[in-house]
């Protein structure tokens, strides 16, 4: 899953990014209005933590400029504007979900799952295929029951592959939804997790579309 | 209680009262001086009708009213009384011919004598009888007056109380004023002689209203500027409770103390305006030489300077160079602009610190070689927790608010220009006479 957290404060920027990618997420980190722009122009996102108090135009102009664009991604505002007035502009202006500095970073991860698995249409947080499971909460993978070990980025994989079965996402889709801009990305990184995964959950589990990419069939 | 009504009531009652007692005393002179001439004519009259009277008849109707109370008694040339009229009463002897004023154990008399054909006539009148006519006279002027004081009393009472109603209303609608509602008290029905109290009311009003707004807007600013070093506390903490190994965890920390660190400093940057805003309380004005406190300044800046290699220094220094004013407070003020300055400027770069004076003014200045301020956000900076766009450095957005509110007090002027060397120069200007 790849995330852009759009906020001007360094200190809580450069903890948001650290809290995020510890809990599996890609997490780009922009500063400014500007950069957000560009940063969605070029890039698809799965979710978008957004703090109102930019520099220049800010967080509300940036929201309805993208709403305005019909750009559907769930953007979950984070502020410090608490009044119930501006809870509701922020609601009515297009966004998904509103949450008052100073967070909790686990509150704002749940709410962040929550926002994901609506936008997949599920109702349930687990996600079932089958005898296989995910919890994007606890990062559990279940098997027949058994819980498998899984490393973050092959959890990322797994999920993203899971959240839609059936259909294939080729390689540089996972890489876009695994990593950040600043990490370094491994010619064949996308590859080993594959392996890893087959390995761990038997080749039926991850199916390769010749061509394509890779994906979960929607039956084992 | 000192009241207004009460004072105007016994005033005036106590005016007319002395006027009407003047009145009284100027009607019953002016009637005794009339009763006098009057009867003076009239004793005068009596005594030449008796000239060819015979004695052995009847004077009644010479005498004519009882109540005049005329005496008259004749002698004939001998000497021998031949008529008195009231033997009862005690006349005075004739002394003159003509008026005359005698006393006797009967009061005071007045008698007209003469001569005709060897007798002597003298009518007589006491004195008191006039006195009882103008005292009657000046009574019935008075009687009016006396049984139209109470109405009268009633009407001050009325009317005085009519027209200090406004100021009743007044002391209402003062009365409802809270410091919620601080608008200002209506000056429509407002007596003219009330105007200059609610002038000085609404001008009270409208200060405190803003000192009260003023309070109102920074508790809010504050409140809502706090959040953002808290917010990044509670992640760096739960990151830090998060942290798996040993590396993890020292970065944890190590972010932890910056944001404890700036969270300190917006605070301590919030205490201090807030002890700068207006209406806290002028503070004891001294001499203070602008030399010592670049000095300070510098030298408390001069680790931090070195550490990010800037060349922090005085660039100029004028000893006569002093202002009346706090001594604490514009320490506070140079050390926000050095502070700024040293955050501001890139490494390798250089800030001057210099101070003069003329003869109409002392100044301080710190000018840097870092990226300036663009003249279009020039005022803007001064505004509370106003951050430029772009900064790397996390500041409290107060330092230059602070500097202004301590330059207010000191009826001095901030300028920000453009240094030689490109970047940021602030000048602080006192002015001598002030």
Redesign the interface.
């Known amino acids: 899953m790849r995330l852009l957290v759009v906020e001007d404060d360094a200190m809580i920027g450069h903890s948001l990014r650290t809290g995020l990618r510890q809990d599996g997420y890609s997490v780009d980190w922009v500063r400014d209005s500007a950069a957000a722009e560009l940063a969605t122009a070029t890039t698809d996102y799965d979710a978008i933590l957004l703090d109102l108090g930019l520099p220049g135009k800010g967080g509300l102009e940036l929201l309805a400029h993208w709403r305005k664009q019909q750009n559907p991604v769930p953007v979950l505002i984070i502020t410090a504007r608490d009044s119930v007035a501006e809870r509701i502009l922020g609601l009515d202006t297009g966004a998904d979900d509103y949450l008052v500095k100073p967070f909790d970073l686990d509150e704002l991860s749940a709410r962040l799952r929550a926002l994901l698995r609506r936008r997949s249409g599920r109702a349930t947080p687990v996600i079932e295929i089958g005898p296989l499971s995910l919890d994007p909460a606890s990062h559990e993978v279940r098997l027949d029951g058994s819980e498998i070990n899984l490393s973050a980025r092959e959890f990322g994989i797994l999920h993203a592959l899971m959240e839609n079965p059936g259909a294939p996402l080729s390689r540089s889709q996972l890489e876009d939804r695994l990593y950040g801009w600043q990490e370094e990305i491994g010619s064949n990184a996308v590859e080993v997790h594959i392996h890893a995964l087959r390995r761990k959950l038997g080749s039926d589990w991850i199916r390769n579309v010749r061509g394509v990419g890779y994906m979960v069939p929607r039956q084992p | 209680m000192n009241s207004i009504r009460r004072k105007l009531l016994l005033t005036l009652i106590g005016a007319m009262s002395l006027v009407m007692v003047i009145g009284a005393w100027a009607t019953y002179s002016a009637a005794r001086e009339e009763a006098n001439a009057i009867f003076d004519y009239h004793l005068e009259q009596i005594a030449l009708s008796l000239r060819n009277q015979n004695f052995q008849g009847s004077t009644e109707a010479l005498v004519g009213e009882e109540s005049f109370e005329f005496v008259i008694r004749i002698w004939d040339r001998n000497g021998i009384e031949i008529y008195y009229s009231r033997p009862n009463r005690e006349l005075p002897g004739v002394a003159r011919l003509g008026y005359a004023t005698e006393h006797t154990r009967d009061g005071a008399w007045r008698v007209f004598a003469l001569q005709y054909r060897g007798l002597t006539i003298a009518v007589a009148q006491p004195l008191s009888v006039r006195a009882r006519l103008a005292a009657r006279a000046a009574l019935h002027t008075m009687i009016p007056f006396i049984l139209l004081l109470p109405l009268v009393a009633l009407l001050i009472w009325l009317v005085v109380s009519r027209e200090l109603r406004p100021l009743t209303d007044l002391a209402h609608s003062v009365a409802r004023r809270t410091p919620d509602a601080l608008d200002p008290i209506g000056e429509q029905g407002v007596p003219a002689e009330a105007w200059p109290l609610v002038h000085s009311l609404n001008d009270l009003l409208a200060r405190l209203q803003t000192a009260l707004q003023t309070q109102r807007d920074f508790i809010a600013d504050a409140a809502?500027?706090l959040?953002?070093?808290?917010?990044?506390?509670?992640?760096?903490v739960?990151?830090l409770e998060?942290a798996s190994d040993d590396s993890d965890r020292a970065a944890a920390m190590a972010?932890l103390k910056?944001?404890l660190e700036?969270s300190i400093h917006v605070v301590r940057q919030l205490l201090t305006l807030a002890r700068q805003e207006p209406g806290t309380g002028e503070p004891a004005f001294a001499p203070v030489r602008l030399a010592d406190l670049a000095t300070a300044s510098v030298a408390a800046h001069a680790a931090g300077a070195a550490a990010r290699q800037i060349d922090l220094g005085i660039a100029a220094s004028d000893p006569d160079a002093q202002v009346s004013g706090n001594a604490d407070a514009l320490r506070t003020l140079l050390d926000n602009l050095v502070g700024n300055a040293v955050r501001y400027t890139p490494a390798g770069g250089r800030i001057d610190v210099s101070c003069g004076s003329n003869d109409d003014q002392a100044w301080l200045e710190v000018s840097d070689n870092g990226p300036g301020i663009p003249a279009a956000e020039r005022e803007r900076v001064f505004d509370r927790f106003y951050?430029?766009?772009?900064q790397?450095t996390?500041g409290s957005g107060l330092g230059l608010a602070i500097v202004r509110a301590i330059a207010d007090k000191h009826a001095a002027r901030v300028e920000l220009t453009d240094a030689p060397g490109g970047g940021l120069r602030v000048r602080v200007e006192f002015r001598k006479n002030a």
Do not use: I, K
Request: glycine share 8%.
């Open positions: 809502h500027e959040r953002t070093p808290l917010t990044a506390l509670q992640l760096q739960q990151l998060r972010d910056q944001g700036r951050r430029r766009s772009g790397e996390a």
